[in-house]
């Protein structure tokens, strides 16, 4: 496989309307973030005097995680295109095989979604980071969700149609954060089903050592469903 | 340059083997034709044979690798065309050509001379989408040599193709067997068999009850004798002789003579009443 292989991608992209105008969601997320939500906020004070700047970091928090969710879907309907036409069979009886497939579609949503994460913080300003690292680090978790979306479309669904309706249940991965946001404790380590808890947390935590412990917890979550999904995929016959 | 032996494969959840001990030979440069109704195993055989899958009985070395040890490199000589044209739709024919290239490590031929090829030129920027099935069967057929493969697996590679194409992808087939390409060709299409193969497996069921060479298949199984219809006192008639012998035959002699010949054909088996005749199966199911 040559990088070149990369530049067909975008060609792919370019002859599906839905799929473009997809990619285009990162950039009307900050859009809201950096015009729309300010103006909110404001309008709330001045008629309502109710203060919501201290929801700002959250809401840009849950925007931070609806990119990488985003990016796996649309590559995982690429994917499901691509099974319904054959096309992974046919690469498959080449030296680049499934794996090599793979680890293509895999590359391009989470590179897409690592370097949006790191805009997005550090132009909102979302988050005081120690260092670099931590947020690379936290960045690199959170865009691993795109991962884990695409191999599980390609692991479960057969074809674009089931594609959709997995798709729907998606968002009670999202759910999990916001049920933190929202309840009381202790009622509120309910979401921790969903590994972008986990990232979150990590992410809005001031204090180091939970940091690490948060940071942790999301890898291993990540990494395990990253494993179980991939075998997953690999397994299939198609 | 590929040899089975006692293959046998059960697609998993399933108590059925698909193939039953089969075994045969492939010399290098030969057109080896694979026949069998819908159903029989033809497609699980290629995919065995392919790689693709993999958990079977029984020992398949291709190209001097054993299929239970092979890695990834096993592909940079093997070409496929599968039955149904699995190319980008969104992607123009030269773009195609061009994605499948870079899976490659080895060199690759170039595209242009390969549309070229098949008379797919003046289409090379027209988007795979809006080819017909016979263009985009064209397509698929070339991909498979972008790779200057060695073995060459090709499923049911004229259909879909009008006559003139057709005549075109077999002088392909035939130079590639010349440059001394192994062909694994799975058909339907007995008169490509006829034509291309050298050798004939039929398969039934998951097994091969007849491996032979397209000549002595047909020798074998054919009738020794002429049909000639005739008119007589303004009535179409026919009759059948012997080929032994025949022109000592005094009454084939006396017809051709006096009276007007409508038609005369030597009575050779078809390969699809061979096919019918040993394996007692209809061929197109």
Partial sequence: MKLRTLTYDYKLLKGDPMLMLSMGIPFILWAMMQFLVPWIMEVAMEQWDFDLSPYYIQTGTFFLMLVPMMMGMVYGFVLLDERDGGIITAISVTPTGKKGYLLLRMGIPITISFVFVLLFVLILHLSDFRNLFQLGLIALVISSQSLILLLFLGAFADNKVMGLAISKGFGILLLGPLLDYVLPSPFHWIGGYSPLFWASRAFLTPDDFQFWLYTGISILFHTLLLWILFRKFSARSD | ?285
């Fill in chain 2, 1 to 285: 340059m590929i040899q089975v032996k006692d293959l046998s494969y059960t697609y998993p959840g399933s108590d059925h083997p698909v193939l039953k001990n089969i075994s045969f030979d492939i010399q290098q440069g030969e057109i080896f034709g694979f026949l069998g109704p819908s159903g029989a195993g033809k497609s699980t055989t290629q995919k065995v044979l392919n790689g693709l899958l993999k958990g079977y009985q029984g020992s398949v070395i291709v190209n001097g690798t054993d299929l239970k040890k092979m890695d990834r490199s096993f592909y940079e000589k093997i070409g496929v065309a599968f039955e149904f044209p699995n190319l980008y739709m969104k992607l123009t024919a030269l773009e195609n050509l061009k994605l499948f290239a870079s899976f490659f490590n080895s060199a690759t031929r170039d595209p242009l001379e390969l549309l070229e090829m098949v008379n797919l030129s003046a289409d090379q920027n027209t988007r795979v989408s809006s080819f017909s099935k016979g263009m985009k069967m064209r397509l698929n057929f070339i991909r498979a040599l972008l790779n200057h493969p060695e073995i060459l697996f090709l499923d049911e590679p004229t259909a879909g193709l009008d006559p003139g194409n057709a005549r075109i992808m077999k002088d392909i087939i035939l130079d590639l067997k010349q440059q001394g390409v192994t062909i694994f060709l799975t058909t339907h299409h007995m008169d490509d068999a006829g034509e291309l193969c050298k050798r004939l497996a039929f398969m039934v069921n998951g097994s091969l009850p007849v491996i032979d060479s397209t000549t002595a298949l047909k020798l074998k199984h054919g009738k020794k004798s002429v049909k000639v219809e005739y008119l007589q006192n303004e009535e179409p008639l026919a009759k059948e002789f012997s080929l032994n012998e025949l022109s000592e035959n005094q009454q084939f002699m006396e017809i051709i003579r006096t009276l007007k010949i409508l038609t005369i054909h030597t009575q050779e088996a078809s390969l699809e009443n061979i096919f019918i005749e040993v394996t007692g199966h209809q061929l197109k199911q």
